[in-house]
């Protein structure tokens, strides 16, 4: 039986927000559900702390630093008309590989890979999209921060003006799945929320005034509650499409994954890890992440398997039992063995860095290295997830073992651009200096 794959993506989704991950509110009745009834995974890192080098690494496969696009954050509307600052047409994607196999696939929702006519999800893979190309826009007006409409159904502008972003996307999905349920297509559905990215927005309390142009950081809006309701919505939706893909007759052969491109930002909840959206601090990097597949994991499954999102290509990819480019080999590790046997753990050695803050960190076991500006750092996670007890005195050689490693791991990696830039959307939080 061929799988079909859901992929849902939330935007800047706290460690802690979701109530199967210990929060503090009742927000995500659906998602829990849905841990309940297969894999909740304790260990998932994003492959950045911040948007778009995320989604770079989910597309290919393979670590963003490779790509000169990946470079940027936020990859806004400047970089409209870029031929450079993009996910490359010839790149081989996860939808390029699963279309070229006889897959229907489709985005629906967020891009932020590069501004058409050079880039865009209709020229990597996916045949059908629907949602914005920037980072973040109004979920009332569709606006980007430059005051542009940005809503987008296969290249053309989409006039949608006050219909709810979170709802558009949701409803796309389930018409989508109910599609599927009729043709009987195998299918990839990349399902990539802004929720709950800025700005502070839910279905019944939009912003006022609106935010448009340089406003939509939405510095002086939001709270902790219109925060917690847009997660309520998206959590709906989901709820929704989880129904329609049972009533399909699809749920028994589908893989639904859900996570989050990094940690949240200023209302998230991200206990008990330290740090944001920005950080490699734990709370910048470890996220939520929940598997749903009947055919193959058992309802209550646990695993505390670390691994990036990328595994989760190289994972859909090993399902669908298709081959990546030989020229384009994965950094992505498949995670099959675990979805199968959870508690099947294999060592998976993580690193990233971050020009914002010259930051440099990598994962092995229970050991984690840490480099902030001159500060280095040694946390053992199985004791201290918080990452307050620096053990790089107790354990120099240690230190300068994983030091090494991370060196040799980024003399694989393309350079950071001179001109590459980052935006510091938050500050990472208060790290001891030695």
């Known amino acids: 039986m061929t799988t079909n794959f859901i992929f849902i993506l939330a935007d800047d989704l706290g460690y802690a927000d979701l109530g199967c991950y210990g929060g503090r509110e009742q927000i995500s009745p659906s998602l829990d559900r849905m841990a309940a009834q297969g894999l909740r995974m304790t260990q998932s890192y994003s492959n950045s702390p911040v948007c778009s080098p995320t989604r770079f690494a989910l597309a290919t496969g393979r670590y963003q630093y490779r790509l000169r696009g990946a470079a940027e954050e936020p990859l806004t509307g400047k970089f409209k008309g870029s031929t450079t600052v993009g996910l490359p047409p010839e790149q081989p994607t996860m939808a390029s590989l699963l279309r070229g196999a006889g897959y229907r696939t489709a985005?629906?929702?967020?891009?932020?890979?590069?501004?058409?006519?050079?880039?865009?999800?209709?020229?990597?893979?996916?045949?059908?999209?629907?949602?914005?190309?920037?980072?973040?826009?109004?979920?009332?007006?569709?606006?980007?921060?430059?005051?542009?409409?940005?809503?987008?159904?296969?290249?053309?502008?989409?006039?949608?003006?006050?219909?709810?972003?979170?709802?558009?996307?949701?409803?796309?999905?389930?018409?989508?799945?109910?599609?599927?349920?009729?043709?009987?297509?195998?299918?990839?559905?990349?399902?990539?929320?802004?929720?709950?990215?800025?700005?502070?927005?839910?279905?019944?309390?939009?912003?006022?005034?609106?935010?448009?142009?340089?406003?939509?950081?939405?510095?002086?809006?939001?709270?902790?509650?219109?925060?917690?309701?847009?997660?309520?919505?998206?959590?709906?939706?989901?709820?929704?499409?989880?129904?329609?893909?049972?009533?399909?007759?699809?749920?028994?052969?589908?893989?639904?994954?859900?996570?989050?491109?990094?940690?949240?930002?200023r209302f998230s909840d991200n206990w008990p890890l330290v740090g944001g959206k920005m950080d490699l601090t734990e709370g910048g990097i470890r996220v939520p992440c929940v598997a749903h597949w009947p055919a193959t994991i058992a309802p209550g499954a646990l695993s505390d398997q670390p691994h990036l999102t990328m595994d989760w290509t190289a994972t859909l990819l090993a399902a669908a039992k298709v081959q990546p480019d030989p020229a384009s080999p994965l950094d992505g590790v498949s995670l099959l063995p675990v979805l199968d046997a959870p508690n099947a753990l294999f060592p998976r050695p993580m690193f990233w860095r971050m020009k914002y803050r010259d930051q440099r960190a990598m994962r092995d076991g229970r050991w984690k290295y840490l480099k902030v500006e001159e500060h280095e750092y040694l946390f053992d996670l199985e004791t201290d997830a918080r990452e307050r007890a620096n053990k790089a005195r107790q354990a120099p050689e240690r230190l300068a073992t994983m030091r090494s490693a991370w060196e040799a791991w980024n003399q694989d990696m393309a350079p950071i651009p001179v001109e590459a830039t980052v935006s510091p959307i938050c500050s990472l939080a208060d790290m001891p200096t030695r």
């Open 107 to 265: 985005l629906i929702g967020k891009w932020h890979l590069g501004y058409p006519p050079h880039f865009g999800p209709l020229l990597s893979g996916y045949e059908t999209h629907f949602g914005p190309l920037s980072g973040g826009a109004s979920y009332f007006t569709h606006l980007d921060r430059f005051g542009e409409v940005d809503l987008y159904a296969n290249n053309e502008v989409c006039m949608r003006q006050g219909e709810y972003l979170t709802d558009l996307l949701s409803n796309k999905a389930i018409e989508y799945v109910q599609a599927r349920g009729k043709d009987r297509d195998p299918f990839l559905l990349s399902l990539h929320y802004t929720a709950p990215h800025w700005p502070w927005e839910s279905r019944h309390a939009p912003a006022d005034p609106p935010v448009t142009g340089p406003t939509m950081e939405h510095l002086d809006g939001g709270s902790i509650h219109i925060y917690h309701q847009m997660i309520r919505e998206m959590d709906e939706g989901i709820g929704r499409l989880l129904a329609a893909l049972e009533e399909a007759g699809l749920s028994h052969d589908t893989l639904v994954i859900f996570t989050s491109d990094n940690g949240g930002e």
